[in-house]
């Protein structure tokens, strides 16, 4: 039988980590849920072999519907739920069982109404897991693509708290507000990046194929005339990037390449999002919208009856920022040894003064988790205004600069006309 190292919360919220014999996933999480323990990380021990001392979980030999080897094979290559249906999803399966109807009902409901053929088989899968005994994490559990840890994670609470719908109508109104806050500031970057394709698209149209004419005008009319230092410059650019066009993208492919290495690292992602995360313009929407989406996920996760430990550790996993990242660590880490959340998280230097302010009033109020939500209210109206100042000064901003790129240009290329002019006008007047 195989050997499973765990990492579980107790029901104080500290963290156990040990071995146990099973004989699959799901029923080493059986055996922890029996101990009053919640499970955050099960994984096989290839090199147990046939060690002692590793407890047998209760029932192991039978295993439940649907082992490690069934989930794994329904992920494999199993269909993906798109941001967009999972919010629709969660909003109607939500009403449907504040309605009074059973799950499987209301899952058996939503499947036939399903058009996506995606959407359907999931939604199907998991009805057929539930009617076979598993319970609705556990099926959801399964298609660990399309729910993520914080999804399973608040699943699991309602079902301990009994209260199913009242956690589905808050997981569908955080993720339609975090849905509602990515597309601001994708909605912020698209004109930037548009306006600055066509310029640089204009600006090498005019080096390849408008300068290098004027240069042969310039090399017939003034020749061994120097040219102005600024029209020397701008047809030396031309030449690089009409000569040695290859290389130039071959340069720009290999920081590209550079990047994404760079980027898969773990210091250097926090490098990335530390400029990011200080950049002009751009900072403070990041900064912002990243403290939005920790003080919701964490004051949803709360709020729900997720353990505090367990609820910083899904922050950490889902904050998309390694920045957030390190800070929630090291605030897990505080808490872990028995402190509040304020404190180290004001030690971090990562949040404002006044989300800090905001938690510890909660913490001594015991209402953080409506605390939260309010800072989460606060950031997104306080994005919404980033996001607004940023489109209006970005207009200017790019238009100035694509008239200095083009008006250097076109100066660089007027200046020896000036030449031309004069020579011309000797010669005919000798």
């Known amino acids: 039988m195989p050997v499973y190292q765990y990492t579980?919360?107790?029901?104080?919220?500290?963290?156990?980590?040990?071995?146990?014999?099973?004989?699959?996933?799901?029923?080493?999480?059986?055996?922890?849920?029996?101990?009053?323990?919640?499970?955050?990380?099960?994984?096989?021990?290839?090199?147990?072999?046939?060690?002692?001392?590793?407890?047998?979980?209760?029932?192991a030999a039978q295993g439940k519907k649907g082992g490690s080897?069934?989930?794994?094979?329904?992920?494999?290559?199993?269909?993906?739920?798109?941001?967009?249906?999972?919010?629709?999803?969660?909003?109607?399966?939500?009403?449907?069982?504040?309605?009074?109807?059973?799950?499987?009902?209301?899952?058996r409901t939503l499947e036939k109404q399903a058009k996506n053929p995606a959407v359907r088989k999931v939604i199907g899968d998991s009805a057929n897991s539930v009617e076979g005994g598993s319970t609705f994490s556990e099926a959801l559990a399964q298609n660990p693509k399309s729910f993520d840890k914080l999804y399973l994670n608040m699943i699991r609470a309602g079902e301990a708290a009994g209260a199913m719908e009242v956690i589905l109508m808050r997981l569908a109104g955080f993720l339609e507000k975090a849905a509602r806050l990515a597309s601001k500031i994708k909605s912020a970057m698209v004109y930037p990046v548009v306006v600055l394709t066509i310029a640089m698209t204009i600006t090498a149209g005019l080096m390849v194929f408008i300068v290098p004419k004027f240069k042969q005008i310039f090399t017939e009319l003034l020749a061994g005339v120097p040219l102005p230092a600024l029209t020397a410059f701008v047809v030396k650019i031309s030449d690089v990037m009409k000569n040695q066009a290859p290389m130039v993208l071959i340069g720009i492919a290999l920081l590209v390449v550079v990047y994404k290495i760079l980027n898969k690292t773990t210091k250097g992602k926090f490098f990335f999002d530390w400029v990011k995360y200080r950049m002009p313009l751009f900072g403070p929407i990041v900064s912002r919208s990243a403290i939005a989406k920790f003080s919701r996920t964490l004051g949803t996760l709360m709020a729900s009856g997720v353990p505090v430990l367990n609820a910083l550790q899904i922050v950490k996993e889902t904050a998309g920022n390694e920045v957030v990242c390190s800070a929630v660590q090291k605030v897990h880490d505080a808490v872990k040894e028995g402190e509040g959340i304020a404190k180290p998280l004001s030690a971090t230097k990562v949040f404002p003064d006044m989300v800090i302010s905001m938690i510890e009033v909660g913490e001594e109020t015991g209402k953080l988790p409506d605390m939260l939500e309010k800072i989460a209210d606060t950031y997104d109206e306080e994005v919404d205004n980033a996001v607004e100042a940023l489109t209006s000064m970005i207009e200017p901003l790019l238009i100035i600069f694509l008239a200095v790129v083009v008006g250097t240009i076109v100066i660089a290329l007027f200046m020896p006309l000036i030449k031309i002019i004069e020579v011309l006008g000797g010669s005919g007047g000798g």
């Open 69 to 107: 080897m069934m989930s794994m094979n329904l992920s494999f290559g199993a269909p993906v739920i798109k941001y967009k249906d999972l919010m629709v999803f969660t909003r109607q399966l939500s009403i449907l069982l504040d309605a009074g109807l059973p799950l499987v009902r209301s899952l």
């Open 8 to 59: 579980a919360m107790d029901a104080n919220g500290k963290e156990k980590k040990g071995r146990i014999e099973a004989a699959n996933e799901q029923a080493v999480g059986v055996a922890l849920k029996e101990q009053g323990m919640f499970p955050t990380s099960v994984k096989e021990d290839a090199s147990a072999g046939k060690k002692g001392g590793v407890r047998t979980a209760p029932g």
